[in-house]
């Protein structure tokens, strides 16, 4: 199957991470739940690359389960800031080199800590944004810490 050889891509390959591509088309605003009807897999195996950034401006990555939500306040208690919110689109397509909806977190443009949900390790198969929109890249969880600088944490709540 071919498919769109992008930073992410690169960084794999690079670090000799065996991985499935999985294309589709990208729908405005169907996030990780159209993805995972698409594919036919659970969204909470669906990990979404979130860009915050911290009351001082501090950029950073978190990387979530699709059916999860981010508590800030839960991650800024554990990175001992005051406030932790995500950054608008513009801006993460500026920090990341990705177009928001297709940001991955191998091979960012600008280094910032990464930060990954706990339980994300206990999944077999997880789908990440391969770089682009409607691109995701099926692997197991522990070439994360293979590729990158991460911190594990527990900061996911239910989406209301």
Do not use: C, W
């Not at 589709?24 to 979404?48: C, M, P, R, W």
């Not at 990341?96 to 339980?119: H, R």
């Amino acid at each position: 199957m071919d498919y769109p050889i992008t930073s992410a891509i690169r960084v794999l390959r690079q670090h000799k991470i065996s991985f499935e591509p999985h294309i589709f088309d990208y729908v405005e605003k169907g996030g990780t739940k159209h993805s995972s009807q698409i594919l036919s897999v659970e969204e909470h195996a669906v990990i979404k690359t979130l860009i915050f950034e911290t009351n001082e401006k501090k950029p950073l990555i978190v990387l979530m389960h699709g059916d999860l939500q981010v508590s800030t306040k839960e991650l800024a208690r554990i990175i001992k800031v005051k406030t932790v919110s995500p950054v608008a689109p513009e801006k993460a397509n500026k920090l990341t080199g990705y177009l928001f909806g297709g940001t991955s977190p191998f091979g960012i443009k600008t280094k910032m800590p990464i930060y990954v949900e706990k339980t994300i390790f206990d999944l077999d198969k997880i789908y990440i944004n391969g770089g682009k929109r409607g691109f995701l890249v099926a692997m197991e969880p522990e070439n994360l810490r293979e590729v990158l600088q991460i911190q594990e944490v527990t900061v996911g709540i239910k989406q209301v």
